[in-house]
């Protein structure tokens, strides 16, 4: 119930039932799974596999913020875009959101959590990670666990550090102020920019950002591309919502660059 409290000011409107955007028929394509997050919350997911042979790798989402949770990726035809061209899928609700249990600040923790779970339906495949927003900045920071399971990964429109995201919004910035005063050791670990240079694993990174997101400009596309330690790329489109280029105009560009980027992963 404290963190529950404590995650109003930022994400609290979000916290809400999640609805399956899919049809009955479409729903059957999926499996649910679940498993337990060092968050101290069981985080709920879906599992899809391609019916493309043969099966290029496992492609875990990872969801900006939102009510839509999870479904961000179903609603978009994302996912469908990655099954049909030989990827299995695994889209799944950080804690507090969509159907997952609500648990502590520790994000991070649902996506090692989830990358675990991937690694079990895998069979030896490769696992790679694809982050918006809120699924990226947490990335960062599980790609500096030695215990990660991804080899490559796809991080679009990430902040950072938190404090440059939630200037942005009064409340929530006063907020985050109190708890990076009564949490000094936790808030130097949620640096994400400071982070993404102890990455390991994986083979490469592939950045992308809009022009036009005045939360999470080019310019933070830049320093981490900068301070990545492996090699890595920085795709920009000119014009596109905070996360929501899969919903822009650039939409087909954005989804030929980042099939072009798995299949180079996976070749």
Same mark, same amino acid.
């Given at each position: 119930?404290i963190?529950?409290?404590l995650?109003?000011?930022?994400?609290?409107?979000?916290?809400?039932?999640?609805r399956?955007?899919?049809? @009955? $028929?479409?729903?059957a394509?999926?499996?649910?799974?679940?498993?337990?997050?060092?968050?101290?919350?069981?985080?709920q997911?879906?599992?899809?596999?391609?019916?493309?042979?043969?099966?290029k790798?496992?492609?875990?989402?990872?969801? =900006?913020?939102?009510? &839509?949770?999870?479904?961000?990726?179903?609603?978009? !035809?994302?996912?469908?875009?990655?099954? &049909?061209n030989?990827?299995?899928v695994?889209? *799944?609700?950080?804690? !507090?959101?969509?159907?997952?249990?609500?648990?502590?600040? +520790?994000?991070?923790e649902d996506?090692?959590?989830?990358?675990?779970?991937? +690694?079990?339906?895998?069979?030896?495949?490769?696992i790679?990670?694809?982050? #918006?927003?809120? !699924?990226?900045?947490?990335?960062?920071?599980? *790609?500096? $666990?030695?215990s990660h399971p991804?080899?490559?990964?796809?991080?679009?429109?990430s902040?950072?550090?938190? $404090?440059e995201?939630?200037?942005? /919004?009064? !409340?929530? /910035?006063?907020?985050?102020?109190?708890?990076?005063?009564t949490?000094?050791?936790f +808030?130097?670990?949620?640096?994400? @920019? %400071?982070? @993404?240079? &102890?990455?390991?694993?994986?083979?490469?990174?592939? /950045?992308?950002y809009? %022009?036009? $997101?005045e939360?999470?400009? #080019?310019?933070?596309?830049?320093?981490? *591309?900068?301070?990545? =330690?492996?090699?890595?790329?920085?795709?920009?489109?000119? &014009?596109?919502k905070?996360a %929501?280029?899969?919903?822009?105009?650039?939409?087909?560009?954005?989804?030929?660059?980042?099939?072009? /980027?798995?299949?180079?992963?996976?070749?």
């Amino acid at each position: 119930m404290i963190y529950k409290l404590l995650k109003k000011p930022f994400v609290g409107r979000f916290m809400v039932d999640w609805r399956n955007p899919l049809s @009955i $028929d479409q729903q059957a394509q999926w499996l649910k799974i679940d498993t337990l997050s060092g968050s101290g919350a069981r985080i709920q997911g879906l599992f899809a596999q391609s019916s493309q042979s043969p099966t290029k790798a496992t492609v875990v989402l990872g969801h =900006p913020m939102g009510k &839509e949770a999870k479904g961000y990726f179903l609603k978009s !035809g994302y996912a469908d875009h990655l099954l &049909e061209n030989g990827f299995n899928v695994i889209v *799944f609700d950080f804690n !507090g959101f969509g159907e997952s249990e609500n648990g502590n600040f +520790r994000y991070y923790e649902d996506v090692l959590a989830i990358g675990n779970k991937a +690694r079990e339906l895998s069979n030896d495949l490769p696992i790679g990670y694809h982050g #918006v927003s809120l !699924g990226a900045q947490w990335a960062t920071i599980a *790609f500096a $666990d030695d215990s990660h399971p991804y080899q490559f990964a796809i991080l679009e429109s990430s902040t950072t550090t938190l $404090d440059e995201f939630w200037s942005h /919004y009064p !409340g929530a /910035y006063l907020a985050l102020k109190f708890l990076n005063v009564t949490m000094p050791r936790f +808030r130097e670990k949620l640096k994400m @920019i %400071e982070q @993404i240079k &102890e990455a390991k694993h994986l083979k490469s990174i592939l /950045y992308v950002y809009s %022009e036009s $997101d005045e939360w999470t400009p #080019v310019s933070m596309g830049k320093r981490f *591309f900068e301070n990545t =330690p492996m090699t890595s790329e920085l795709w920009t489109v000119k &014009e596109a919502k905070h996360a %929501e280029i899969v919903k822009s105009k650039f939409a087909d560009s954005y989804k030929q660059k980042i099939l072009n /980027y798995l299949k180079s992963c996976t070749a």
